[in-house]
């Protein structure tokens, strides 16, 4: 995920935390604050629940990489915010795939490209 496509800054945390719709997984919650501005802006956050410094860092890069593939049927104006949970340190990429695509869905965030591409 390139570095335009990033929350950066805790205000901007705190704002999708504080007025954004949660939507909860086993492996990770995602939350989902509409955005005034025309771009898609993606943070992502892991606890010490999670684990050492190395598994935390893991856990946002193997996040990061799922999320490349999710990001062209993603639209614009919204500003997500993925926290990792435990289980997601010992789970298998496809599980959080899986997880990540029943996530937007329920947001309503994932725009299925047709059988033509488009």
């Known amino acids: 995920m390139k570095r335009n496509f990033r929350l950066s800054r805790s205000s901007d945390f705190l704002r999708a935390r504080r007025s954004g719709k949660s939507y909860a997984h086993a492996l990770v919650v995602l939350i989902a604050d509409p955005n005034p501005q025309a771009e898609l802006r ?21 996040i ?23 289980p997601l340190v010992e789970a298998p990429y496809a599980a959080l795939k899986a997880a990540l695509h029943q996530l937007l869905r329920r947001a309503g965030l994932l725009s ?7």
Do not use: Y
């Not at 943070?43 to 860092?57: L, Y």
């Not at 990489?65 to 999710?70: E, G, I, P, T, V």
């Not at 299925?112 to 488009?118: A, F, I, M, S, Y």
């Open 64 to 86: 990061r990489a799922c999320m490349d593939s999710f990001l062209p049927c993603i639209p614009v104006g919204w500003n997500l915010v993925l926290i990792a949970r435990r």
């Open 112 to 118: 299925e490209p047709t059988e033509d591409g488009t």
């Open 42 to 62: 993606i943070g992502i956050a892991a606890s010490h629940s999670v684990g050492n410094a190395v598994q935390r860092n893991r856990a946002k890069r193997r």
